[in-house]
């Protein structure tokens, strides 16, 4: 075991599979010399050389086609999208043709490849940097979009998204990067890619968050706590396929449940998620499902972030309301 | 046989096309040899037959609504004879929509085609093409998939491989146009893009396209060597893309082909070319039809006195015929083809609404 960030233990997973699969690449912008811009891929390229672990010339939709070509003869592109709002530009590689190309073509070519997003606000960045475009990929049929919250989760899934054989959209929350540090174990392992983890157990109500808002969630957690709730903690860890079964165990038991997400609310996963609710523990609830999204606007630059992300007081305020519904 | 030489000469600011034959087929320069034999020269003249007569016919099942929309090819035959006879086994095509003869010499069936335009997946299973990728609908961008496949060659150091990829005039404009080129020019990546300028996209002539002089000239600022080519006449073409090809195995990185041509036909079958575009102007271009030029060189080089030619459409319209009888024939689309291809495991969530469907077909409440 050794005490690992997500960015150490994303470039050991990287490290691992480089090492373990000649047919891996990995490129995008500033991936190589400088290790990208978080030094998610650092030393990768002395260690694997040139041809594996490259930066590309500076055009999203030319990395994703060109990764998709790689994929079709066999490769295993492992590509970086610098920021969530520079995915955009690849939009429609990964919705006109990554995602569609096995169903387009029956299964004649398939699509491995693994697309990393780091993503999210509260990071004091410039505009389009701050971004939570999840649901866009979860909409898309074909894709697999997955979020850690961990080192340990984050290896162990890209370990995972890297061996998968469909393509996988592998979102990182920047925000904690380098917040939460753990003993992840050095060997390879894998996560799978569709369930989702109980974190916390507890009796009143069901939380469903992922990606930095788990630690805001925790830190409510703490303050219900001492007001006397039981909270169960749900990481969903995978926006598409969504883990029915853990969700519905949960709010069967507990009546309650509030999605948090920093993504905006309207058409987003927390929508989603309560509609699953609905069709599975319609019959349990004791208080309507609810949601604590980011509004439905452009999220602010730095200095009106503090009224967009989500705090942990005002996830308790919502953990209290619904307990005492 | 091309040299750097004829390649300076023609050299895209200058704005001539690389022409070889002229429109009766006669070669301008009475010296010239081509390099084909003559039994090689007539097959591609059958072959570019074949390719008008299914091509035509396809526009005939459309009409008689036995097929949905398809884009006609009638015009631009050459350009993809010529490309199907350079294009090795070993080779990647990677086309747009409107390829029918180049799809056709890398084995795909008619079939498989008309099953496509009649909507239905299986018909881009191309189960005996080697390497050839699905058509691509949504414009240029199937060039940045060119620069990957050109870049795994380079990866797994395949020798004597290359990535053919097509775009149309239009498809210029499009952002995945230069990034592709960008992309396979900084890697060096063995691919030969053929724009096929047959003038319009849909209903927009070149000149509202772009400013540049010519489509070939926007290879240049990528360092790509690039060449203006008279999209109609065969042995032009064929000299362009073997001399393309030679360069890109040989490591010297991407070429860039602008075929001069037009679309005789409509855009697609929906479509009416009598709004935007005028007789004369298709006047202009039926005296520089592929078909009747290389017909010209045969009969004027007497390699052949094509008198069999009836003989030869009916033979080749029985073919087709059936092709497109078993295209009709195919089994019908079921609920595993919605469902079936979209992971290579089928996730709960798509078995749950799956099930769901099937159960109401079954009347399960």
Request: proline share 6%.
């Amino acid at each position: 075991m050794k005490v690992m960030n997500l960015v150490q233990a994303i470039n050991d997973a990287l490290d691992i599979k480089l090492a373990e699969d000649k047919n891996v690449v990995v490129y995008g912008e500033d991936v190589g010399v400088e290790g990208g811009v978080f030094r998610v891929t650092e030393g990768l390229q002395v260690k694997h050389g040139v041809s594996r672990v490259f930066d590309s010339p500076l055009a999203e939709s030319g990395i994703a086609g060109t990764a998709l070509g790689m994929a079709i003869a066999g490769m295993k592109p492992v590509i970086e999208m610098q920021f969530d709002g520079f995915s955009y530009p690849a939009f429609n590689q990964i919705v006109s043709h990554i995602a569609r190309f096995r169903n387009r073509t029956r299964g004649k070519f398939s699509v491995p490849l693994v697309i990393r997003i780091p993503y999210g606000g509260g990071i004091n960045a410039l505009e389009h940097h701050s971004e939570s475009p999840e649901a866009y990929f979860g909409h898309t049929p074909g894709l697999k979009v997955v979020i850690p919250s961990t080192p340990y989760d984050a290896k162990g899934m890209l370990i995972a998204a890297i061996e998968d054989p469909d393509p996988v959209i592998f979102m990182e929350p920047k925000r904690i990067y380098r917040a939460i540090k753990q003993e992840v174990p050095q060997e390879r392992y894998s996560i799978p890619l569709d369930k989702a983890k109980v974190l916390q157990a507890g009796e009143q109500l069901t939380i469903i968050a992922y990606g930095a808002m788990i630690r805001e969630v925790q830190k409510a957690i703490v303050i219900a706590k001492q007001q006397g709730f039981s909270v169960e903690l749900i990481d969903l860890r995978s926006i598409w396929p969504i883990d029915r079964e853990t969700i519905s165990q949960s709010v069967r038991k507990t009546g309650r449940v509030l999605v948090v997400t920093e993504a905006p609310q309207s058409y987003g996963p927390a929508a989603e998620l309560i509609s699953i609710v609905n069709e599975e523990a319609f019959l349990s609830l004791e208080a309507p499902p609810t949601r604590l999204t980011g509004f439905d606007t452009v999220i602010p630059l730095p200095l009106g972030e503090k009224h967009y992300m989500i705090s942990p007081e005002r996830i308790a305020t919502e953990i209290e309301r619904l307990v005492k519904y | 046989m091309l040299t750097q030489k004829i390649l300076d000469e023609y050299d895209p600011i200058k704005n001539k096309a690389y022409q070889l034959i002229d429109d009766e087929g006669k070669p301008l320069d009475k010296d010239w040899k081509p390099r084909l034999s003559n039994e090689e020269i007539l097959k591609a003249y059958k072959d570019l037959l074949f390719e008008r007569t299914a091509d035509l016919m396809a526009v005939s099942y459309q009409r008689q609504g036995r097929m949905f929309t398809y884009p006609p090819n009638i015009g631009q035959e050459a350009i993809h004879i010529a490309a199907g006879i350079v294009t090795k086994e070993q080779d990647w095509l990677v086309t747009a929509f409107r390829e029918l003869g180049a799809w056709l010499a890398k084995g795909v069936s008619l079939k498989e085609l008309f099953l496509y335009f009649k909507g239905n997946e299986d018909g881009s299973r191309f189960e005996k093409a080697n390497r050839v990728l699905p058509i691509a609908v949504p414009i240029s961008s199937q060039l940045p998939h060119a620069a990957g496949l050109g870049y795994a060659i380079n990866y797994n150091k395949e020798k004597d491989t290359a990535v053919f990829a097509y775009v149309g005039d239009g498809g210029t404009s499009e952002g995945d146009f230069h990034e592709a080129l960008n992309f396979a020019a900084v890697w060096t990546a063995p691919v030969i893009f053929i724009i096929q300028n047959n003038q319009f996209a849909i209903s927009v002539p070149l000149k509202m396209q772009t400013k540049s002089i010519n489509l070939a000239i926007k290879g240049l600022a990528y360092n790509i060597p690039s060449l203006m080519v008279d999209g109609n006449d065969f042995f032009a073409m064929y000299e362009a893309l073997s001399y393309a090809r030679e360069q890109a195995v040989a490591g010297k990185g991407p070429f860039l082909i602008e075929a001069k041509t037009f679309r005789t036909g409509a855009h697609t079958t929906s479509d009416d070319p009598s709004k935007y575009r005028t007789q004369e102007e298709e006047e202009h271009w039926a005296d520089k039809d592929p078909l009747k030029r290389l017909k010209g060189y045969i009969l004027h080089k007497k390699i052949d006195d094509l008198k069999d030619e009836e003989e030869l459409i009916k033979g080749f319209k029985k073919h087709i015929d059936s092709e497109f009888e078993a295209a009709e024939n195919h089994p019908e689309y079921k609920v595993d083809d919605v469902f079936g291809y979209m992971y290579a495991e089928l996730p709960d969530e798509l078995r749950r609404q799956k099930n769901a469907y099937e159960n109401f077909l079954r009347g399960v409440k």
